[in-house]
C-alpha cells in the first residue's frame, strides 16, 4: 500500500541538486527560495508520514501543519517547517529524518528510507489517510513552493490523504489550526475561530476588570510589510469595536521586495531604533505604544521614543516576559493560597538586568535554555504557568491543565481567577504570537494601570551588543550549559578570562542554528566596556 509510483514521478518533476547538504535546523529548513523545490517534496512526505503515526483515540491519523515562511529573512528567502498535532514543533527525534529524506540524491535512496515507515505506520491506522493542514506568508515564491506540496498531495487519492490548503495565513494561526484539528476544545480549525478567541477572551477580561475600550494605549504596529498586516486588518473586521485603538504601518504586502526591509520586529532589536514609517514624533505620542511584528507575525516587540531624554527605548521579549509575569503574579495575588508553579524561561541572550529582576524582585524560578523556541517550549510545560520569551520577541505562556482546574475553583467568587482563564484563551498556547501577545501586553498595562514609560523603568538594560562572525566552519563550534559555554574550539578559558575583568561581563559564542555564522554576545555595565569585552571575543572567534 505505497503509492511507489506517484512519489517517484513527482521527486522527478522536483529533483535534488546535485550534492544536497540541506539540514532541518531550529527553524526548519531555510534558504535561497530558489533552492527549495526538492526540500518541499521531502517535507510534504514527511509530513504525511508523520501524520500516520500520530493517531487519535479512534486509531485515525492526527492532523500535521505545514507552513511555509522564512520569518525574519530577507525577501528572496524562504522555508519550511511541519508542525505537531498539538501545535507546536516537530519532535526533535524526527529531524534527523527530515534532514536525511532531503539529502537523498536518487529517488531509489529515498524510498528506501520512507517505504517501510509509511508501511510501518500506516499499517497501524486501518488504512484511513494522513490529515495535513498548508499554509504560507506573503513572499513572493509562497504559492510556487506550496504548489509542489499541492501537487503531490492531489496526485495522491484520498484513500492516502486528505488536506487543507489555507493559502496565507500567519505562523501562529497555522500552529493554533492544526490543534484545532485535533483537539476540538481547543477552537474552531479556522481562521474566523482564532480571531473570534482572540476578541472574545480579550473584551470579556476587559468587561471583568472594568475597563472601557476607550481608555486602553493606542498602539501603531509595524507589520513588516508581511502577512501580519492582512491578518490584523481582517482581525479588525471582526472586531470593530477595538478598530480605532490600532494605526498600521509598513502594510505593503503587494510589493514582495518590501518584506523585512527596514522594518520588523528583527530589525528594530537588532538595530535598536524606528522601522521606517515610524518616526520619533508618532513615538513619542504620550498614550501611543509601537509594536514591531516579523515577517510571519510571531514576533513581538515594542517601543517608544523618550523625547526628554531623545532616546528610543526598547521593550524586547525580556521586558514582556517581565510585563506578563507581573500581570499573572498580580492575579495570582489576589487568590487564597494554591500551589501552582509559575517559571519564566529565556535563553543566553536575555539581558542579565531582565534575570536578575526574575529572581530578585519577582522571585520566581528562572531557566536558561537553549536557542530556539521549541527549547523554551519544552521547558515551559514543566510548570502550571511557564513563561517563555526569547529576547528577539519570539515567545508565549502556557498555562496547564491543573491550572484550569485549581483556577475553576475560584472564578465564582474572584475575578481575577476568571481573568487568569482568559488569559489562557487570549494568550496562543501552542507557539509565539505577535498579535496574541500584543492584545496581552495591551491588557496588561491597562490591569497594571502603568504606561509604557513606568514598563521601561521595571529594570535598565545592561548594555549589550551582538557580533556576527563568519568562519570556515560554524559546525566547529560546539557548546554546552545551555549554550553558554564553547567545548570546541578550546577557547572558553580565554573567555572567562576576558569576563571576569569586565564589570557585570557576560560574554558567550555558538553557531548560528539558522544563518551561517558564528554569533558573539557581550553584556557589560557600561557601553565601553561592553564594546571592549565584544570586540576582544570576536579576536579569539576569528
Ligand atoms: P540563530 O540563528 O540560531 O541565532 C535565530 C535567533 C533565535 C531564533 C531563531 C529562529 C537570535 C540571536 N537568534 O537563531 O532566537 O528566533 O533565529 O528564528 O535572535
Ligand atoms: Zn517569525
Not at 511541519?82 to 507546536?88: K, R, Y
Not at 515551559?380 to 484550569?404: C, P, Q, R, W
Request: glycine fraction near 4%.
Amino acid at each position: 500500500n505505497f503509492p511507489s509510483q506517484t512519489l517517484e514521478c513527482i521527486f522527478n518533476k522536483y529533483p535534488p541538486p546535485k550534492n544536497p547538504s540541506f539540514s532541518y535546523g531550529t527553524a526548519g529548513f531555510r534558504m535561497n527560495a530558489s533552492k527549495l523545490d526538492s526540500v518541499m517534496f521531502s517535507v510534504a512526505c514527511i509530513a504525511i508520514v508523520r501524520s500516520l503515526s500520530c493517531l487519535n483515540d479512534s486509531n485515525e491519523p492526527q492532523t500535521i501543519g505545514i507552513m511555509i515562511t522564512a520569518s525574519h529573512n530577507p525577501p528572496e528567502d524562504n522555508g519550511v517547517k511541519i508542525v505537531d498535532p498539538f501545535g507546536d514543533m516537530l519532535p526533535q527525534n524526527w529531524e534527523p529524518l527530515a534532514t536525511q529524506l532531503s539529502n537523498c540524491s536518487s529517488y531509489k535512496d529515498f524510498e528506501s528510507i520512507i517505504k517501510p515507515l509509511w508501511i510501518k505506520y500506516s499499517s497501524n491506522t486501518l488504512n484511513k489517510p494522513a490529515s495535513l493542514v498548508i499554509a504560507r506568508d506573503t513572499r513572493e515564491s509562497g504559492p510556487k513552493l506550496l504548489n509542489i506540496c499541492i501537487d503531490l498531495f492531489d496526485s495522491l487519492t484520498n484513500k492516502y490523504i486528505t488536506y487543507k490548503n489555507f493559502n496565507e495565513l500567519t505562523t501562529p494561526e497555522l500552529h493554533y489550526i492544526t490543534r484545532s484539528f485535533n483537539d476540538s476544545s481547543f477552537g474552531i480549525p479556522t481562521e474566523l475561530g482564532y480571531y473570534n478567541k482572540l476578541s472574545n477572551s480579550l473584551l470579556e477580561i476587559l468587561k471583568l476588570n472594568n475597563i472601557n475600550i476607550n481608555s486602553l494605549i493606542n498602539t501603531t504596529v509595524d507589520a513588516a510589510n508581511g502577512v501580519g498586516a492582512d491578518k490584523l486588518i481582517s482581525f479588525l473586521k471582526t472586531s470593530p469595536s477595538l478598530k480605532s485603538k490600532f494605526q498600521l504601518v509598513n502594510s505593503n504586502t503587494n510589493d514582495p521586495l518590501a518584506l523585512n526591509v527596514k522594518c520588523g520586529a528583527d530589525f528594530v532589536k537588532t538595530n535598536q531604533k524606528l522601522p521606517n514609517g515610524i518616526d520619533s514624533k508618532i513615538a513619542s505620542n504620550e498614550n501611543t505604544l509601537c509594536a514591531s511584528f516579523d515577517g510571519d507575525a510571531d514576533r513581538l516587540v515594542c517601543y517608544f521614543f523618550d523625547k526628554l531624554n531623545n532616546k528610543f527605548i526598547l521593550l524586547d521579549g525580556d521586558k514582556i516576559a517581565i510585563l506578563l509575569s507581573r500581570l499573572i503574579s498580580f492575579l495570582i495575588s489576589k487568590l487564597p493560597s494554591n500551589n501552582l508553579k509559575i517559571g519564566i524561561i529565556q535563553t543566553a541572550y536575555a539581558n542579565g538586568a531582565s534575570t536578575n529582576y526574575i529572581i530578585n524582585d519577582l522571585k520566581l524560578p528562572s531557566i536558561c535554555a537553549k536557542t530556539g523556541v521549541k527549547h523554551l517550549h519544552h521547558e515551559a510545560l514543566k510548570f502550571d504557568i511557564g513563561i517563555y520569551f526569547e529576547a528577539n520577541g519570539h515567545g508565549t505562556v502556557l498555562f496547564s491543565d491543573k491550572f484550569s482546574i485549581e483556577l475553576k475553583k475560584f472564578e465564582n467568587d474572584y475575578s481575577s481567577a476568571k481573568t487568569l482563564l482568559l488569559l489562557k484563551d487570549l494568550i496562543n498556547q501552542t507557539v509565539g504570537d505577535a498579535l496574541s501577545d500584543l492584545l496581552a501586553v495591551i491588557v496588561s498595562l491597562s490591569i497594571l494601570n502603568i504606561d509604557a514609560n513606568e514598563w521601561s523603568n521595571t529594570y535598565h538594560d545592561l548594555p549589550n551588543k551582538l557580533a556576527k562572525v563568519v568562519v570556515k566552519d560554524r559546525n566547529m563550534f560546539v557548546t554546552t550549559d545551555a549554550e553558554r559555554k564553547l567545548v570546541e574550539p578550546p577557547i572558553q578559558k580565554f573567555i572567562d578570562e576576558l569576563v571576569v575583568n569586565t564589570t557585570f561581563g557576560r560574554s558567550f559564542v555558538r553557531p548560528s542554528g539558522t544563518e551561517d555564522a558564528v554569533r558573539v554576545y557581550a553584556e557589560a555595565a557600561t557601553a565601553e566596556e561592553c564594546q571592549k569585552l565584544s570586540d576582544e571575543v570576536v579576536k579569539l572567534v576569528e
